[in-house]
Every structure is written in structure tokens, then in C-alpha cells.
């Protein structure tokens, strides 16, 4: 019982030490092992009752495996806050030390030190803050991506722009600083989707005026949160992915708040990937004759 209370605050992970303190010696561990009631993930560290284990299962054992002070982070850690997609790889793990361990299926990455600031726990899972995490990364991902990413951690709400400074401030000599840096000078974007980044490098591009992007409105007790607007013009853009095309409810939902901004008064312009890809200089010429009308 203890096993299992123990591994359910772990995602269903435990370790030998963790095994040994609920009173199970290593022979009782083997046992348990051959009649498939722990499962062995690495070195010390196995899965509880089934070997069916989820994606944070995985990568909680894997910063088990890395023993004490260490973080899930890089790629892991934008996957698990969720502003990475999910991809299958090797999880990646900061440890906290002057010399990180080796563990077979895990990339190991070493810091001499973490702020406090720089750590946090997400499903149970410990992992580098997201400001942290996006530090890292800008060492990693091509600056298209890394904006992305920025971008999905401010939607979240996860981040913000004085939590990107900060963290730069206090990681000096970081080689992630100068692409961090240049992401934070391009200006907060909430975007939450691949198309909407697309449509607002279009309008940077173009040197149209930036929308308030993924902002609420509010009508007659009824919350609306349009893609981007142009308050002061009433124009409204709604970015129709892929997603939008082959999802009936989606497409009653998003048919149900284009009415409520028409009816008070609000334009709404729609813009599906087809378009935006295809057909860029077309989408940015409606773009700018729907501003010019709403003047």
C-alpha cells in the first residue's frame, strides 16, 4: 500500500531507495519484478502495477534515474508545459552538480547552479521554469521556433516578458541570452497556434499595425476572445486552421461568436491557411482594405 501511494505522487514512478524505505528488501524487489507488478524504466527506478506508462510517467522517471537536484528541461520541459509539440525523443534532464551522472535513454545536461526562481513542479513532475526552459532552448531551436514557443508560453499564461528579462539578468553569460533577447524585442504575442504565428509575422512584415491578439470582449454578459482586433476599429480576424474545416462543432461555436461581435457592430474577417499560405499578398490586400473601411 505504501508502494502504491508513494508511486501514484510520481506518476506511477518509484525508485529502489524509495522501494527499500516502504520496507521492501531486493529480493522482494526481484520477485515483484518477474510477476509484473514493478516494471523497469532505468537503473533504480520502475513503473508501478503496469507497464503501460503515460508521457509524464516517462518523464518522471527519467528525472528519478537522474537522481537528487535534477529537472526535467530543454525540450522535455517544453513539451510537458506544453508549448513544444510532442515528439518522440530521449528526455532531457538538468542536474544540479559539478558532475552529472550518466543514464542510458536520458539526455543529461549539468548546471553548477539553478535559482530557485528557476524550478518548478508541473504535474508532480520537477522541471525548470518556463522562462528557464525557454532559455535553454534559445541555445537550441532556429529563432522562428523559439518565438513560437515564446509565444505559446505567454498565451498559457505561463510567462511574461519581465520573467524572460529576469531570468537573463540572473543566467549571465547564458548562450541562450542574445536569441532570448531578440524574441523579447519582436514584443508580447500570445498566439496559439501555428496559424496565427504565421498571420502576425505577415502583419510585422507588412508594417501593419499589431492587433491586440487572443484579448477578450465582452457583450451583454457573453465573453468573446477573437484571434486579434483592432479595437478602436472594430475589426476582428479569426485565423481558420486546418483543425476549423473538418470539426463541426468548432465551426458552430466560431459561426456563434462572429454573430455576437456583427450584431454589435464588430466586422469579422476570416482567414483560413489555404489563404494564408497560397495567397499571402491576397490576405494582406483584405486585411488592409477591411482597416480602411472601419476607419
Known amino acids: 500500500m505504501l508502494v502504491s501511494l508513494r508511486a501514484a505522487e510520481q506518476q506511477g514512478q518509484i525508485t529502489i531507495a524509495q522501494l527499500r524505505d516502504c520496507g521492501l528488501e531486493r529480493n522482494a524487489v526481484t520477485v515483484r519484478v518477474r510477476n ?37 528541461s530543454w525540450s522535455a520541459a517544453g513539451m510537458l508545459l506544453e508549448y513544444l509539440p510532442w515528439e518522440e525523443r530521449l528526455p532531457e534532464v538538468t542536474v544540479v552538480a559539478t558532475k552529472a551522472r550518466t543514464v542510458q535513454g536520458v539526455r543529461v545536461h549539468r548546471a553548477r547552479s539553478l535559482h530557485w526562481r528557476d524550478v518548478t513542479h508541473h504535474h508532480g513532475i520537477p522541471v525548470t521554469s518556463p522562462e528557464r526552459t525557454l532559455l535553454d532552448l534559445a541555445t537550441a531551436l532556429p529563432p522562428d521556433a523559439l518565438r513560437s514557443a515564446a509565444r505559446r508560453a505567454q498565451a498559457a499564461y505561463q510567462v511574461s516578458v519581465p520573467q524572460l528579462l529576469a531570468v537573463i539578468e540572473r543566467s549571465n553569460g547564458h548562450p541562450g541570452t542574445g536569441a532570448l533577447r531578440a524574441v523579447i524585442a519582436d514584443g508580447s504575442a500570445p498566439t496559439r497556434t501555428k496559424l496565427e504565428d504565421r498571420l502576425l509575422d505577415l502583419l510585422d512584415g507588412a508594417g501593419i499595425e499589431r492587433p491586440e491578439i487572443n484579448a477578450s470582449l465582452r457583450f451583454n454578459g457573453t465573453t468573446i476572445i477573437p484571434d486579434y482586433l483592432w479595437r478602436d ?32 457592430g464588430w466586422r469579422v474577417l476570416r482567414i483560413d491557411h489555404q489563404q494564408m499560405v497560397q495567397r499571402p499578398q491576397q490576405t494582406l490586400a483584405r486585411i488592409r482594405a477591411a482597416l480602411s473601411a472601419t476607419l
Do not use: P
Open 233 to 264: 476599429r472594430k475589426l476582428a480576424i479569426e485565423a481558420d486552421s486546418e483543425r476549423w474545416h473538418e470539426h463541426k462543432l468548432v465551426r458552430e461555436h466560431d459561426a456563434d461568436k462572429q454573430a455576437v461581435l456583427e450584431a454589435s
Open 36 to 72: 509484473g507488478w514493478l516494471h523497469r524504466m532505468y537503473r533504480g527506478v520502475y513503473a508501478v502495477g503496469h507497464a503501460g506508462v503515460t508521457r509524464d510517467g516517462r518523464f518522471m522517471a527519467a528525472v528519478l534515474a537522474c537522481g537528487h537536484r535534477a529537472y526535467l
